[in-house]
Nanobody, 116 residues
Framework: QVQFVESGGGLVQPGGSLRLSCAAS????????MGWYRQAPGNQRDLVAR????????YYVDSVKGRFTISRDNAKKTVYLQRNSPKPEDTAVYYC?????????WGQGTQVTVSS
């Protein structure tokens, strides 16, 4: 089963930028869709953005459109999430997984805290 390792989180000020990375172990196919999710304390885990590994077609939830950019490097089996102009409400643990029908097994995620 493919496993995902997230990295790149930390403390960022509102208006700053941060890039998250997700490295996948195992086979990732061009037909796969990869996604970034986030979970704030007391909330459920929700999809933030997803990308088709071939062609790069993307989808974003409305709350992050224009601020977040998802990208991928197929050769490295890595998916990125560039976060520009973060807001305090973006504070959460960020996870990656398949963007459609995620695996039941999730990685540890990476904590992102947006605060001045």
């Amino acid at each position: 089963q493919v496993q995902f390792v997230e990295s790149g989180g930390g403390l960022v000020q509102p208006g700053g930028s941060l890039r998250l990375s997700c490295a996948a172990s195992g086979s990732i196919f061009s037909t796969d869709t990869m996604g970034w999710y986030r979970q704030a304390p007391g909330n459920q885990r929700d999809l933030v953005a997803r990308i088709l590994m071939s062609g790069g077609s993307t989808y974003y939830v409305d709350s992050v459109k224009g601020r977040f950019t998802i990208s991928r490097d197929n050769a490295k089996k890595t998916v990125y999430l560039q976060r520009n102009s973060p807001k305090p409400e973006d504070t959460a643990v960020y996870y990656c997984n398949y963007g459609i029908r995620p695996n039941a097994c999730w990685g540890q995620g990476t904590q992102v805290t947006v605060s001045s």
